[in-house]
């Protein structure tokens, strides 16, 4: 969505259809791979969002390159804070 300047307003009357959500972060070769703190702010507000509108299933880290262990840590990081900020919600 971000991507492609989608609002997440358009999927508000469709949560009941949503059960997963996948976010990840792009790079320059158009990989999708863990989420950073360039993008952290959108996704955390996007997610947030979906929340607010009812959305309760699960969200991953889709991603399309090796692993590697600090870059791991991080996500998990920033997942946390989202977590934290579901709770709120």
């Known amino acids: 969505m971000e991507k492609m300047e989608e609002s997440v307003l358009d999927l508000k009357n469709d949560m009941d259809c949503i059960q997963h959500i996948h976010v990840a972060e792009e790079n320059q070769e158009g990989r999708r791979g863990f989420l950073s703190e360039k993008t952290y702010q959108w ?29 791991g840590k991080k996500n998990l990081e920033i997942f946390r804070r989202i977590e934290t900020v579901k709770k709120l919600v």
């Not at 299933?57 to 870059?71: F, H, L, N, P, Y």
């Open 43 to 71: 996704h955390q507000e996007a997610i947030e969002q979906l929340y607010r509108y009812g959305y309760r299933g699960t969200v991953s880290a889709e991603i399309e390159r090796d692993v590697d262990m600090a870059g």
